[in-house]
């Protein structure tokens, strides 16, 4: 031990005495043709400085260009697309809110990427979740259809591509429960205020509290498309439970002025841990 202890006290002591030696020596420092430099030269972190700063610079240029990006065109024909464009040019936070008349309850939570509304009807509970992302519909049938029938329209309609329900469904799941515990459960596509249902579920009491409730599925083979007056007659059931084509474009907008403020509120947080 006193020999290991010894010997740790005179290592310390060169490493000391070598740390003191260079320190009063400026010349090991300041002199570049010194033998002996150090890891990074001042001209090369002045540099790394430089370009530390300028790349955040650069970012908050690009944040500060979408703030001041000119006001997009509106085609008053689309109202989702009046709403949104003419909101989206609006930088400011104020929440977009429903009429008193609007039938359900909603459920916003703050980043989250879905809305939920409920509603309790004559003993029905009904739950709407509305997903903030949306799909792409460029393989859609119905689209191709139309395609062919408009290849000699007017280039106006090119105009409308940048619209945010041109090409784009939002996913919607849409669930009626009874008292009793059994419940339904549609897998929607919503798209220019209309809804398209595309799955269906029935939920069945189970047995057991480990399992409260079984879930029958309608068969593969017999899909929602191939019932057309089955989904006509759903959408009439929907409708008399409150989810008529108002209540739906409300719900589509109340979801496009969430992206709105969400999507400020980033840049205006980006923005600011760049600028600390």
């Known amino acids: 031990m006193g020999l290991g202890n010894l010997w740790l006290r005179r290592s310390a002591s060169m490493l000391a005495c070598s740390v003191r030696s260079t320190s009063i020596r ?15 030269s001042y001209s090369t972190a002045a540099n790394d400085d430089d370009d530390w700063i300028s790349s955040e610079k650069a970012v908050v240029r690009e944040i500060d260009a979408e703030y001041n990006a000119p006001a997009m065109e509106v085609n008053e024909n689309n109202v989702l697309e009046c709403f949104f464009r003419s909101r989206w040019n609006d930088r400011s936070k104020a929440k977009w809110t429903l009429p008193d008349s609007f039938p359900f309850k909603i459920e916003d939570i703050p980043g989250s990427r879905t809305l939920t509304f409920t509603r309790e009807y004559n003993g029905e509970h009904i739950k709407v979740v509305l997903s903030m992302n949306d799909n792409d519909n ?40 009874k008292q009793s515990g059994r419940a339904i459960e549609l897998c929607c596509n919503l798209r220019n205020s209309k809804i398209s249902i595309e799955d269906m579920h029935v939920y069945l009491p189970g047995n ?31 409708e008399v439970r409150g989810l008529d084509s108002l209540t739906i474009t409300r719900m589509q907008l109340y979801k496009l002025n969430k992206m709105k403020l969400e999507y400020w509120s980033w840049l205006e947080s980006l923005k600011e841990f760049l600028e600390e």
Not at 26 to 37: A, E, G
Request: hydrophobic residues 20%.
């Open 26 to 40: 400026p010349s090991l420092v300041h002199k570049p043709y010194c033998p002996v430099r150090p890891f990074v």
């Open 138 to 177: 460029d393989d859609d049938d119905d689209d191709d259809d139309d395609d062919d029938d408009d290849d000699d329209d007017d280039d106006d309609d090119d105009d409308d591509d940048d619209s945010p329900s041109c090409h784009t469904s939002t996913p919607l799941v849409l669930t009626v429960t």
């Open 208 to 238: 057991s509290s480990e399992d409260p409730k079984v879930l029958r599925d309608m068969d593969d083979s017999v899909g929602m498309h191939d019932h057309t007056n089955l989904k006509e007659a759903f959408n009439k059931y929907l």
